[in-house]
């Protein structure tokens, strides 16, 4: 099937409504259809630049609005980060991904996370980072630095978006997003569930994500992780089908992307994690810190990826078409 970028919100409705089976099995077969059955991404992150962050996006314990007890740390060394790469690609990470708690980075600032691209990308990593709003220029800076991919998310749909965040729009976010593209990068863009949305804003977030003008290369899928001093700490927690759910649709929505179980793997057993796979999720976050929060030990996920007969996936450089085509015929 071709990849639609025309979907509409009824169709996406539908979707999420399909009995919960047919939804998977769905999901599975288009996820065969355009990926490496069994085949999982690995990413780290390392947080770059923590808390004191002017924005009040109601999830985030590094908000400077909110008291979560997190200690600021200013933005790292520059060889700090470096020996934080190496050790990431020797556990078998492929993918480096640096977050900075930022609003937008100040040139100062962006100047010292260029020469870290630079770094990360000499060790033979696929270069990550999410510094909050970023304008063309520094977008083009970004990509010359050598930057394969960007983080910016849209959290959740439009309409509820301003239940959560007042500091930026919902139009900024996707100006980054456009600027980002226009740099010649891969984007990397999806939202959080859990956070007492209702269902259709879980339809509205993936309608928007799979009706820009391309589909973003991953799509992480984050589970708040409900932090105590947050405004969103006491939340009730989704029915973990319902997050399955949303993976599924956004695997059917966006065929070829790489969609991230990302954020809340901490809460979910094996069985659960096994599920959002056979969901069409192939990427997540390997380490046992994401940002500011845990992360599964690394022991129980190189466990995981065992019993489930997983294997992670080559770094893009290692992965031409043709050694795609060879492996999925
Ligand atoms: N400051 C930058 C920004 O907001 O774009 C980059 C870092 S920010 C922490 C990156 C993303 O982490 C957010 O967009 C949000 O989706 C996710 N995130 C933050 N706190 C979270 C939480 N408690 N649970 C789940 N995801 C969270
Ligand atoms: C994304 O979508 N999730 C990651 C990454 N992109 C930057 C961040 C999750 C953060 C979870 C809360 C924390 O650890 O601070
Ligand atoms: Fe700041 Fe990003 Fe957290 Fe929002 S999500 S408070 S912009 S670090």
């Known amino acids: 099937m071709d990849v639609r970028n025309d979907w509409t919100v009824a169709e996406v409705e539908g979707l999420f409504a399909l009995p919960f089976m047919d939804l998977i099995f769905r999901a599975q077969q288009v996820h065969r259809q355009h990926h490496l059955p069994n085949t ?18 109601a999830y985030c314990p590094q908000s400077v609005r909110y008291d979560t007890g997190l ?9 700090a980060v470096a020996s934080r790469a190496r050790a990431a690609k020797d556990a078998g990470a492929t993918r480096f991904c640096m977050g900075a708690a930022y609003r937008s980075p100040k040139p100062k600032d962006l100047r010292k996370v260029l020469a870290m691209i630079r770094e990360v990308k000499a060790l033979g990593l696929e270069t990550c980072a999410t510094l909050g709003m970023v304008s063309g220029a520094q977008a083009q800076e970004l990509k010359a630095a050598g930057l394969d991919y960007y983080n ?5 749909s439009a309409g509820y978006y301003e239940k959560i965040i007042s500091t930026r729009t919902y139009q900024d976010r996707l100006d980054t997003l456009q600027a980002v593209r226009d740099a ?3 984007v990397c863009c999806g939202g959080i569930v859990g956070m007492g949305e209702a269902p259709e804003d879980r339809a509205g977030l993936l309608h928007t994500l799979a009706t820009l003008p391309s589909h973003p290369e991953s799509v992480p899928i984050n589970q708040l992780v409900r932090v105590p001093g947050t405004p969103l700490a006491e939340t009730t927690a989704l029915d973990p089908f319902d997050f399955v759910r949303t993976v599924a649709v956004a695997r059917i929505l966006m065929p070829r992307s790489h969609v991230r179980l990302s954020a809340g793997r901490g809460e979910m057993n094996d069985e659960l994690q096994a599920l959002c796979f056979l969901a069409g999720a192939n990427s997540i976050f390997y380490g046992e810190k994401l940002l500011t929060t845990g992360n599964p030990d690394t022991a129980d996920d190189r ?8 294997v992670a996936e080559p770094a893009a450089q290692t992965t031409h078409p043709e050694y795609r085509t060879a492996m999925m015929a």
């Not at 910016?152 to 959740?156: A, G, I, K, P």
């Open 40 to 57: 999982v991404q690995i990413s780290t992150l390392l947080s770059i630049k923590t808390g004191a962050c002017p924005e009040d996006c």
């Open 71 to 79: 200690e600021a740390e200013e933005l790292m060394e520059l060889e």
């Open 152 to 156: 910016h998310n849209l959290d959740t």
């Open 184 to 186: 010649g990068m891969n």
């Open 303 to 310: 466990r995981l990826f065992e019993r489930l007969q997983i």
